[in-house]
């Protein structure tokens, strides 16, 4: 748990009224500003997007990757004024009493242009550390702010909260010149791992129309993810794609069919472990890491870097539903 420590300003006032806090939560003893980058959070006023899911807490993420963090609430209309109507600052503490340490935290809401965000932004981040901006929103419903991408080098996202998959690929590949982060492409490390098991040994067709994939509801996304990174992998012509559907068993997550008759191979994922099942041969298993979805956004956060593959797999599934 955080110590959490607020309190009003103004734009005008928001690194006076911070060096106050500062001052204050260092009354009883010392604690080191932790600061490792910029981190931008967007999150759309729940006015204009009153469903959304809140997700994973920010604070969670700020203790395994300190960082300046800004939050931006920003509510796009179509006139120019008023700009940022409200802010807010705070400094969370972690750690033991006897090495404590601390992250800045400032949320502004804003209302206006989406172009008038980056002179907002630059007022608010560190100079001289790299921006990573994390969409807390369902990309594929709530739009993304371009101006404000743009100024980071990271995108970090969930594709598992997309009501419209084909609509998130649309959004997400635009931005495939940014290092992409989808916390949902982690999930299946240990699905493709089980999958490489799988085609080592006799030869198998890998063919699209032999491979079927099942997945839970909550996991037709990562089906999704899972079709473009075979299709990348395996050069499939970019109009064809495996069959994906609703998966039948209750005690199977995510599942991949490959082949037809007595030579089937499957590769089941029941959220805890992965199965590979050759006929003929002793499974195999492959578990899967624990790891919470702020472990999951941090470790993004501290890799900043190109994830080829991911965006090999956007690309495919671009080009598949394109096509269609």
Not at 79 to 98: E, I, N, S
Not at 151 to 172: A, F, K, P
Request: proline share 7%; aromatic share 6%; glycine share 6%.
């Amino acid at each position: 748990m955080s110590d959490r420590f607020w309190r009003p300003s103004t734009l005008d006032a928001i690194e006076h009224d911070l060096a106050a806090l500062w001052r204050e939560v260092t009354k009883e003893g010392p604690v080191a500003r932790a600061i490792m980058s910029n981190l931008v959070v967007v999150r759309t006023p729940r006015s204009q997007w009153p469903e959304r899911r809140v997700g994973v807490s920010i604070d969670a993420v700020a203790a395994q990757h300190p960082s300046r963090v800004v939050i931006i609430d920003h509510e796009s209309i179509a006139t120019g004024a008023p700009g940022p109507t409200g802010a807010r600052v705070g400094v969370a503490l972690f750690g033991p009493p006897q090495a404590r340490y601390a992250v800045e935290q400032i949320a502004v809401h804003s209302a206006g242009l989406d172009e008038s965000l980056p002179s907002l932004v630059r007022r608010l981040v560190r100079g001289g550390l790299p921006i990573s901006t994390w969409w807390a929103e369902d990309c594929s419903e709530a739009p993304l702010i371009a101006s404000i991408l743009e100024m980071g080098r990271q995108l970090v996202y969930d594709s598992r909260r997309w009501t419209n998959i084909e609509r998130g690929v649309e959004v997400i590949h635009a931005w495939r010149h940014l290092d992409l982060a989808d916390v949902n492409w982690r999930r299946l490390v240990a699905m493709r791992r089980a999958l490489v098991v799988a085609a080592a040994g006799e030869p198998m067709d890998w063919s699209p129309d032999t491979i079927r994939i099942a997945h839970d509801a909550d996991y037709r996304a990562q089906a999704w993810l899972l079709a473009g990174w075979l299709a990348s992998r395996l050069d499939w012509p970019p109009h064809v794609a495996p069959r994906i559907e609703a998966a039948a068993d209750p005690n199977t997550v995510l599942s991949v069919t490959i082949g037809n008759g007595e030579r089937t191979v499957r590769v089941n994922c029941d959220g805890r472990r992965v199965v590979v099942m050759h006929p003929g041969r002793p499974p195999s298993t492959i578990g899967i890491p624990i790891e919470g979805e702020a472990d999951a956004v941090s470790a993004e956060l501290h890799s900043l870097s190109h994830d080829v593959r991911l965006h090999d797999a956007l690309s495919a599934l671009h080009r598949i539903f394109s096509a269609s």
